[in-house]
């Protein structure tokens, strides 16, 4: 019933710049968090980013704070994450999750999407 839809993803070079963007539909579930994923080959799903409801709280995993940053837009059902400075390690599939619960960064996510693929060439 609730369906999340990423784009934007492509291949950049390091040190440069991409948005992804997670398109919401189908929407039931009450004010929640929405966060990022990655997960690169042989490597446990991460978050990198999370949101809360109202935008006045993030979270960001240590290995991309002071390069990316989390936004959403509720009046348009989305959930960006401008990615700067990227490097070869940010390679991997993107994921976009949403939650029922706004009470913890890590965990009780309750929908995914499919995923978009960032390449980052050195």
């Known amino acids: 019933q609730v369906q999340l839809v990423e784009s934007g993803g492509g291949l950049v070079q390091a040190g440069g710049s991409l948005r992804v963007s997670c398109a919401a539909s189908?929407?039931?579930?009450?004010?929640?968090?929405m966060g990022w994923f990655r997960q690169a080959p042989e490597k446990e799903h991460e978050l990198i980013a999370a949101i809360n409801w109202s935008g006045s709280s993030t979270y960001y995993a240590n290995s991309v704070k002071g390069r990316f940053t989390i936004s959403r837009d509720n009046a348009k059902n989305t959930v960006d994450l401008q990615m700067n400075s990227l490097k070869p390690e940010d390679t991997a599939v993107y994921y976009c999750?949403?939650?029922?619960?706004?009470?913890?960064?890590?965990?009780?996510?309750?929908?995914w999407g499919q995923g978009t693929q960032v390449t980052v060439s050195s």
């Open positions: 189908g929407r039931t579930f009450s004010p929640n968090k």
């Open positions: 999750a949403a939650s029922r619960s706004e009470t913890y960064w890590l965990r009780d996510y309750d929908y």
